[in-house]
């Protein structure tokens, strides 16, 4: 859903404090995917779900999943483990919200992994987090 999209960007981008998601991904955050030669660590993110749920032709909730991918070079586990937590943590933040929707966060986890890019090993931090978006006033 593009609005929860929007607004999901927005959050991660806005964490600019000591320990802030965009302090932490000193390459940035990037939809689907970073630019070649992105320095690590970054942070990418994608919706892989999207279910809205209608009542009588009405749209009453749509759940939305989503995928956060951290990416360090070599055996660097600490850099993206810290912007994984850290970007999981923000967006379940109570206060998160979205003109026109009431949003919540149903839940989410992390795990590592190790992966070979261009013939160099690089750590990956993965989490997952599910949304609820409900029409204001549903």
């Not at 979205?98 to 070979?116: H, I, P």
Request: glycine share 10%; hydrophobic share 45%; net charge negative.
């Amino acid at each position: 859903m593009y609005v929860i999209d929007v607004a999901l960007q927005a959050k991660l981008v806005a964490d600019t404090g000591t320990g802030g998601v965009e302090t932490l991904a000193t390459g940035g955050i990037h939809k689907i995917v970073a630019p070649q030669g992105t320095a690590a660590p970054f942070l990418t993110w994608q919706n892989v779900s999207s279910v809205p749920e209608y009542s009588f032709g009405r749209l009453v909730r749509v759940t939305c999943q989503y995928l956060l991918k951290s990416y360090a070079d070599g055996l660097d586990w600490d850099a993206p483990q810290a912007v994984i937590e850290r970007a999981l943590a923000i967006l379940f933040d109570a206060s998160w919200s979205v003109s026109g929707f009431d949003v919540r966060s149903r839940g989410g986890n992390r795990f590592d992994t190790q992966e070979d890019v261009d013939a160099k090993s690089v750590v990956v931090s993965v989490g997952y987090v599910t949304i609820e978006a409900m029409p204001t006033g549903s």
